[in-house]
Nanobody
């Protein structure tokens, strides 16, 4: 599966952005999907994931209650709605996919994802 992330940009603290990850080559209804981010000088970290069925989601603690991951199988696209953004959310955001036969599998580690897209930069100003 090929992944194309978009939607990044510059936003003030407290603002919102919605990232999109368009998949091609395979239908994402058979894939668990995830978002990761890498801030300058830091390692890439898990942000959110969603199972292939869409019935299970997971978030890192720092974004719970502010970010929402969703998938639209008809559009073969995964979204990350980011609200109440903080300067510490500044990073390059990457989407990832993992083929799975388990509808509720919701991975959270980089090693659990086999396909990656290019990143999209999110900059939150204070």
């Amino acid at each position: 599966v090929q992944l194309q992330a978009s939607g990044g940009g510059l936003v003030q603290a407290g603002g919102s952005l919605r990232l999109s990850c368009a998949a091609s080559g395979h239908i994402i209804s058979m894939y668990a999907m995830g978002w990761f981010r890498q801030a300058p000088g830091k390692e890439r970290e898990f942000v959110a994931s969603i199972s292939s069925s869409g019935g299970s989601t997971g978030y890192t603690d720092s974004v719970k209650g502010r970010f929402t991951i969703s998938k639209d199988n008809a559009r073969n696209t995964v979204f990350l709605q980011m609200n109440s953004l903080k300067p510490e959310d500044t990073a390059v955001y990457y989407c990832a996919a993992e083929r799975t036969y388990s509808g509720n599998y919701c991975p959270k580690k980089e090693a659990n994802f086999g396909s990656w897209g290019q990143g999209t930069l999110v900059t939150v100003s204070s």
